[in-house]
């Protein structure tokens, strides 16, 4: 065994109507006025948040959107400016944190994040930015929020297919720690429990439309899955997943519901210990790839890329842009292998495995 593991200065407070001590992580932060961040569809929760916040509010700005446009990161930080905001509090998925992280790379203001999804950027010092139809991404410690408050109660309106590919989003982000070049055994087991509890969890979520303890539990397994995605360097389903959202436009996280099983498939006889923890954590003594693959199709999410929009001839676009630069895997990725991985993926096809 051997390791470098570097922790990162995460401050998490997670409860049910945790939301209400936002004024409390201000004062533990030293922060007096923040500009509240939202996208459009969840303004009404952002603006019922800054009423509460009263004089602590400098204003709302819910213009966010996936992908972070430059155009609006840029609006969004001269509204900071004008208002005189000292920090955000960034209320939504990874596309209004990602807001967030754009205002704090250009002006160093701390952020409150509030996560409402299970993408987990919150967890991570990774930044992103579209100009041109190009997205640029980097590490910045400035953009870790500086504190994150959970609270289960805001997934209750999170859409059930949502909430599905959402978890599957927050899984992937476990397996590809799970056989990172730069895992640890820490992140090995925050990984496991992460896949464990949203495993457990989902079944509950979707049955249980209030706000039960299924919805504690899967948020609890989407926070540790971030924490392993902030950690640690991905491999190959995140390659592909990049190109069909970046290059193709597919939606984020039903794109990574659908890649997953496949991405596992290939990968995990060539990542034995990975195998092993996502067996456990899935609850299988069988193929934990074809487990997962039945879990998400009994959970109703999209099992194929053909669904989400995809053409055929556009498989050939993605193996050229995943094997464009090298980067980590277990297994070596060959265009032959590659395109027999994607046609499965496109088709709705079960993982090839064995
Ligand atoms: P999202 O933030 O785009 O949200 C999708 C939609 O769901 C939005 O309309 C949003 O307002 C709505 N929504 C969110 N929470 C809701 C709730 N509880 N109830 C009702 N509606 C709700 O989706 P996402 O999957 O969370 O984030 C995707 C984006 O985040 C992508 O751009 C991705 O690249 C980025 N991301 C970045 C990182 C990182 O570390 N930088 C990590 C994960 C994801």
């Given at each position: 065994?051997?390791?470098?593991?570097?922790?990162?200065?995460?401050?998490?407070?997670?409860a049910?109507?945790?939301?209400?001590?936002?004024?409390?992580?201000?004062?533990?932060?030293g922060?007096?006025?923040?500009?509240?961040?939202?996208?459009?569809?969840?303004?009404?929760?952002?603006?019922?948040?800054?009423?509460?916040?009263?004089?602590?509010?400098?204003?709302?700005?819910?213009?966010?959107?996936?992908?972070?446009?430059?155009?609006?990161?840029?609006?969004?930080?001269?509204?900071a400016?004008?208002?005189?905001?000292d920090?955000?509090?960034?209320?939504?998925?990874?596309?209004?944190?990602?807001?967030?992280k754009?205002?704090?790379?250009?002006?160093?203001?701390?952020?409150?994040?509030?996560?409402?999804?299970?993408?987990?950027?919150?967890?991570?010092?990774?930044?992103?930015?579209?100009?041109?139809?190009?997205?640029?991404?980097?590490?910045?410690?400035k953009?870790?929020?500086?504190?994150?408050?959970?609270?289960?109660?805001?997934?209750?309106?999170?859409?059930?297919?949502?909430?599905?590919?959402?978890?599957?989003?927050?899984?992937?982000h476990?397996v590809?720690?799970?056989?990172?070049?730069?895992?640890?055994?820490?992140?090995?087991?925050?990984?496991?429990?992460?896949?464990?509890?949203?495993?457990e969890?989902?079944?509950?979520v979707?049955?249980?439309?209030?706000?039960?303890?299924?919805?504690?539990?899967?948020?609890?397994?989407?926070w540790?899955?971030?924490?392993?995605?902030g950690?640690?360097?991905?491999?190959?389903?995140?390659?592909?997943c990049?190109?069909?959202?970046g290059?193709?436009?597919?939606?984020?996280?039903?794109?990574?519901?659908?890649?997953?099983?496949?991405?596992?498939?290939?990968?995990?006889?060539?990542?034995?210990?990975?195998?092993?923890?996502?067996?456990?954590?899935?609850?299988?003594?069988?193929d934990?790839?074809?487990?997962?693959w039945?879990?998400?199709?009994d959970?109703?999410?999209p099992?194929?890329?053909?669904?989400?929009?995809?053409?055929?001839?556009?498989?050939?676009?993605?193996?050229?842009?995943t094997?464009?630069?090298?980067?980590?895997?277990?297994?070596?990725?060959?265009?032959?292998?590659?395109t027999?991985?994607?046609?499965?993926?496109?088709?709705g096809d079960r993982?090839?495995?064995?």
């Amino acid at each position: 065994m051997g390791f470098v593991y570097q922790a990162l200065p995460m401050r998490v407070r997670f409860a049910q109507g945790a939301l209400a001590e936002i004024p409390a992580e201000m004062n533990h932060l030293g922060l007096k006025r923040v500009l509240v961040l939202a996208t459009p569809e969840q303004r009404d929760l952002a603006e019922r948040v800054a009423a509460g916040l009263g004089d602590l509010a400098a204003g709302v700005f819910a213009e966010a959107r996936m992908h972070v446009p430059a155009e609006v990161a840029r609006r969004a930080g001269d509204v900071a400016g004008r208002l005189g905001a000292d920090g955000c509090v960034a209320i939504g998925g990874g596309s209004t944190i990602g807001l967030g992280k754009a205002i704090a790379l250009r002006l160093g203001l701390p952020i409150i994040a509030v996560p409402t999804t299970y993408a987990g950027s919150e967890m991570t010092p990774i930044w992103g930015l579209t100009e041109g139809g190009e997205k640029r991404t980097g590490r910045d410690p400035k953009v870790l929020p500086a504190s994150v408050v959970y609270d289960p109660d805001l997934t209750t309106t999170l859409p059930a297919g949502l909430s599905v590919t959402s978890a599957a989003n927050a899984m992937a982000h476990a397996v590809e720690a799970l056989y990172a070049p730069d895992s640890s055994p820490i992140i090995s087991l925050m990984a496991e429990e992460g896949v464990r509890a949203l495993t457990e969890a989902i079944p509950g979520v979707l049955a249980d439309g209030g706000a039960g303890e299924p919805r504690s539990v899967a948020l609890y397994g989407a926070w540790l899955c971030g924490a392993c995605l902030g950690a640690t360097t991905m491999s190959l389903h995140h390659k592909i997943c990049h190109g069909l959202g970046g290059t193709l436009d597919l939606p984020h996280a039903p794109t990574h519901t659908v890649v997953l099983p496949h991405v596992l498939a290939y990968n995990q006889d060539h990542a034995p210990a990975a195998r092993a923890a996502m067996s456990r954590a899935l609850g299988t003594s069988g193929d934990p790839a074809i487990r997962l693959w039945d879990l998400l199709h009994d959970w109703g999410a999209p099992t194929s890329l053909r669904e989400l929009g995809m053409r055929r001839e556009d498989i050939a676009t993605i193996v050229c842009r995943t094997l464009a630069n090298p980067y980590a895997n277990p297994r070596p990725v060959t265009a032959e292998d590659l395109t027999g991985l994607l046609t499965r993926a496109w088709s709705g096809d079960r993982p090839a495995t064995g």
